[in-house]
């Protein structure tokens, strides 16, 4: 007799690019098999396997977080993901492996209707009508330790306060009531001098949804006390993903991905490609800044990837590194008018380019990178002891097209090919000069994601290990790579294999137990425990009072509600 699923009609749940019914299945696209299939898994896993030995003076937890699906979305070609943070204890050469949800606020929701009901990505008009005024964001783009407590985020939203060792989700953290913008970056950084957070937000001047180009920046220092807060406006209405920070400015990198307005009411894309508009870098004061001592600095079209260091050197100009892309590394987000071009996207170099600013020079001019390192890479780290500071060594995955990848057994590499890892160093004696490359190639089936640095007790810039995760795509499973941050080429020194499939991360953070102990004991103390936003934001309360989404005007935040002018 034959199974009855067999009998039954096989109804594919999406129509025209739009979800239909309610059956629980994922759409048949590109962008949810292989190691981007949904993982939807919550647990723990108490002493992973071990190849090698860990460290045995690493005492702390490597945090990541990846973009994963609770259920089918209501577009077929979605990229909305949920947050889920990966948390992976270490201590006594043993590791521990803790894996949850960012309670946001659209994870809440659309828990209690089990179904998706946020549309396509950054998009609120595509939304269901129920969620009207709920925050949207995902929170799945960095996960970073601040004052006792990890703060998911992503840069569409406020972000999320989570316990560091239970990882449960205190809630929306507004920095006890200081900060009230509807966005705030998924880079903040942090200067290991002063222990203050440098931050920003951009789209933040009303709903965070307006397409406009209202900048906001803000420095909190070690008590958790805002002491900076400066508005000002952007060139175009672009992306702005990462910063660099050095000791007296920020420097903000606005990509060529345009936002409109027009485009969203009408159920398109948050974002365009715009292949004939200039990157842009605004050097922003930390101290004392006013809207016109912001200058925003010009360069031949390219795409920002992620930033190296950055810091002043002995004639006060500002030195910023990350990598620049030669065009759209966002395929998904063509041009107006154009189609999706994935075979362009893999033409793209990616070298990790020098700039040296003059923050004395007026907004407009021109500049070229100092030096172009064809290092073909992205997701670069240093040590975070030298933020700020001059560098020397940093850390980046990189992709090598001369070695072998076995398409038979792995398919297209989700992700892109970052087959290697690599450690290059500056020349010490020469800021204009490229030093050495020292790099690991993962295998024929193998790939990699972003690394980060954990520092020896007393060591030099650069002594201590590197992390990072392996995507076994063979094998749809992912492992824990360690390695001598100083010699990649040797090999690991452990891997922790992981019985299961993680999706592809972006970013994460190593945090020293001791750090976390410390903070705990004043949570417990004087400081009491975190405390979650205890308002709506300010476009929340204007949605509620007149009913409508759409506040144009630009008078929520950053113009009144928030106390700037």
Request: proline letters at 7%; hydrophobic letters at 35%.
């Amino acid at each position: 007799m034959a199974h009855l699923e067999a009998l039954a009609p096989e109804v594919y749940p999406y129509s025209n690019g739009r979800r239909t019914g309610s059956r629980v299945k994922f759409p048949d696209t590109a962008a949810f098999a292989g190691m981007n299939k949904p993982a939807r898994f919550e647990g723990d896993i108490i002493d992973l396997e071990v190849t090698g030995a860990i460290p045995r003076d690493i005492n702390g937890t490597f945090y990541r977080v990846q973009p994963d699906h609770r259920f089918p979305p209501m577009f077929e070609d979605d990229i909305h993901f949920v947050g889920s943070v990966t948390a992976i204890r270490i201590k006594d050469g043993h590791a521990d492996f803790k894996q949850r949800y960012v309670r946001t606020d659209k994870y809440l929701a659309e828990e209690k209707a089990r179904q998706a009901l946020f549309g396509r990505y950054r998009n609120p008009y595509t939304d269901n009508e129920s969620v009207k005024g709920v925050i949207r964001t995902v929170s799945n783009t960095n996960i970073t330790f601040w004052r006792g407590m990890l703060l998911a985020s992503k840069e569409d939203g406020p972000p999320f306060a989570m316990d560091p060792v239970t990882l449960e989700t205190i809630g929306r953290y507004d920095f006890e009531g200081q900060i009230t913008a509807p966005t705030f970056t998924a880079h903040p950084k942090f200067d290991p001098d002063t222990g203050e957070m440098l931050c920003f937000a951009y789209e933040a001047g009303t709903n965070g949804s307006d397409c406009g180009v209202d900048i906001v920046s803000w420095t909190i220092d070690a008590d958790g006390k805002k002491t900076e807060e400066l508005w000002f406006k952007a060139p175009f209405a672009g992306m702005i993903h990462d910063c660099g920070v050095s000791k007296n400015y920020m420097v903000l990198p606005l990509t060529p991905l345009k936002m409109s307005l027009d485009r969203l009411k009408a159920g398109g894309n948050k974002f365009a490609w715009d292949p004939n508009e200039d990157q842009v870098y605004g050097i922003v004061p930390r101290r004392g800044g006013k809207p016109e001592d912001v200058k925003w600095f010009r360069a031949d079209n390219g795409f920002h990837g992620h930033v190296a260091g950055c810091y002043e050197n002995e004639d006060g100009h500002v030195v910023f590194d990350l990598t620049v892309a030669d065009g759209n590394v966002f395929f998904w987000f063509p041009p107006d008018g154009s189609q999706p071009d994935l075979a362009g996207r893999q033409r793209l170099s990616s070298p990790t380019c020098r700039w040296v600013f003059d923050p004395q020079a007026k907004s407009g001019t021109r500049y070229k990178p100092s030096v172009e390192w064809t290092t073909n890479g992205e997701f670069s780290r240093i040590d975070d002891r030298w933020v700020t500071k001059k560098y020397e060594h940093f850390w980046q995955l990189r992709v090598d097209p001369t070695k072998p990848y076995d398409f038979a057994r792995c398919g297209p590499p989700a992700g892109g090919l970052f087959n290697c890892m690599a450690h290059y160093t500056w020349d010490p004696n020469d800021a204009g000069k490229i030093g050495t490359e020292d790099v690991w190639f993962a295998g024929p089936t193998s790939t990699l994601q972003e690394p980060v640095f954990v520092p020896k007790d007393g060591g030099k810039e650069g002594e201590g290990y590197l992390m990072a995760l392996k995507n076994n795509l063979d094998e749809l499973r992912n492992d824990v790579v360690i390695w001598d941050a100083l010699n990649l080429a040797k090999g690991p020194l452990a891997t922790l294999h992981l019985p299961l499939r993680l999706r592809l991360g972006f970013h994460g953070n190593f945090v020293d137990h001791r750090d976390i102990e410390a903070w705990q004991e004043r949570r417990a103390g004087e400081l009491g425990p975190v405390q979650p936003a205890k308002e709506p934001l300010p476009w929340q309360k204007a949605f509620a009072a007149n009913g409508t989404n759409d506040h144009s005007n630009g008078t929520t935040n950053g113009h009144g509600a928030n106390g700037s002018s």
